[in-house]
């Protein structure tokens, strides 16, 4: 909780923090995972993954530290939700920017590519 101590932290500075806790395939994964059910077990997680349970349970630490999930132990077994329902929408919107920009690209690419289809056309005449 450290990263959000400092109320007097400029806003770009938080910002950047909540974006640490989303800067690994890992986590972004988990997060997914948890976008697409109200809760999910540790054990799932672990299936989800495949990952060792040292390697998920500092993922998943990283990603309490940011305010990301929230668990929840119950007998023996732990559960993680969304500490936010924007959590979702964020990587949603992610996904949809991504797609742009894969777009975006691939004709810029297809683009490109005519051009210097026609340039090596034209200079073989």
Do not use: C, W
């Not at 932290?9 to 995972?33: D, M, Q, S, T, W």
């Not at 991504?98 to 056309?121: F, G, V, W």
């Amino acid at each position: 909780m450290e990263e959000f101590a400092d109320f007097r932290a400029p806003l770009y500075e938080v910002k950047a923090n909540l974006f640490k806790g989303l800067a690994h395939p890992v986590r972004i994964r988990v997060l997914e995972l948890l976008s697409a059910a109200p809760e999910v077990s540790v054990t799932e997680l672990l299936a989800a993954t495949g990952l060792e349970a040292s390697h998920l349970s500092q993922h998943l630490s990283v990603l309490r530290r940011y305010h990301l999930v929230k668990g929840e132990r119950r007998a023996l077994q732990m559960f993680y939700t969304l500490a936010y329902p924007q959590v979702a929408e964020l990587l949603s919107v992610a996904r949809l920017l991504l797609n742009d920009i894969l777009h975006t690209t691939r004709a810029q690419l297809e683009s490109s590519e005519a051009a210097a289809s026609a340039s090596a056309a034209a200079s073989t005449r």
